[in-house]
Structures are given as C-alpha cells and as structure tokens.
C-alpha cells in the first residue's frame, strides 16, 4: 500500500503531537510534513521563488486558522487560487468559533471543520476529539484511496 502524505499546518506544537498521535493510530500508512504557518506551507508546495517544491504533494492538508505570517484563511485563498495545489482535500482544524471564519473556510472548499478543545487540564477530551476526527474524517479518506 502506498504511502499516504499529509501536511499539517499548525504552529501549535502540542497539536502537532496529538495530530500524530491519532494519525498512528490508523494503521495506515502515511509521511507527515509540518509547516508551522502558511508561508511554510506554501513554499512546501509550490516552492520558493522560483525554486521546485522540494516535497510531495499531499494528499490531504490538516490546517490551523489562528497562525503568525500567513493565517489559514490567508493560505486557503493562495491554495485554491493555484490550479497545481487547489484540488488537495483540506481540513480545518482550528480553536476557532467563529461563525465568520467557518462561513470563509466552506466558500473556500474546505473538506471539513473540527474546533479544538483548549482544555489542558482534561487531555482525555482533547485526545478523544483528535481521534474521533482522524478516525472517522482523515482514516476514511485515507482508506478509501488506498
């Protein structure tokens, strides 16, 4: 089976910890790229400056809103506006509330939304959350393209 690429774009170095965490538990296999914001991402996929993207394209892009540099909106406009990168299935997963940043991700083409637990004093609600979504959203998708 081959590999699955994700890249997840999160600034939040505990969330990337949890997003692994839940991504083991798939049992399928997949390489994980980080960028810690949307300028990073950005150069991972289409490089910089003229220079090729030095990784692969994923298959799925797990994506944070609130990010210094370039936010996750920003990065979801500069995503869909280039036809070699636009087609990447994209969640969002952000501590994000907000009815206008959902209303802005969905007319941007998102695949899905999960809002993140900030309860660090109750890891159990933050791991049970991360899971249910990598189980039920990313390990279908991912599967299912097996």
């Known amino acids: 089976m081959k590999k699955k690429v994700i890249l997840l774009v999160e600034d939040d170095e505990l969330d990337v910890i949890s997003v692994q965490r839940s991504l083991n538990k798939l049992q399928v296999p997949y390489e994980l790229f980080t960028a810690y914001n949307g300028n990073e991402a950005l150069e991972m996929l289409i490089g910089k400056e003229g220079q090729p993207a030095m ?13 210094p540099k370039m936010n996750g909106i ?9 036809d070699n990168i636009k087609h990447i299935k994209t969640f969002v997963m952000t501590t994000s509330a907000e009815v206008k940043d959902r ?9 899905g939304y999960l809002i993140k637990p900030l309860n660090y004093n109750n890891n159990d609600k933050r791991t049970d959350s991360m899971d ?12 299912e393209e097996a």
């Not at 920003?74 to 280039?82: G, I, Q, S, T, V």
């Not at 249910?132 to 599967?143: E, M």
């Open 103 to 111: 209303e802005q991700t969905n007319a941007l083409g998102i695949a």
């Open 55 to 67: 990784y692969p394209l994923p298959d799925i892009i797990l994506l944070d809103i609130n990010m």
């Open 74 to 82: 920003e990065f979801l406009k500069a995503l869909r506006a280039n």
């Open 132 to 143: 249910g979504f990598v189980q039920f959203h990313i390990g279908r998708i991912l599967t």
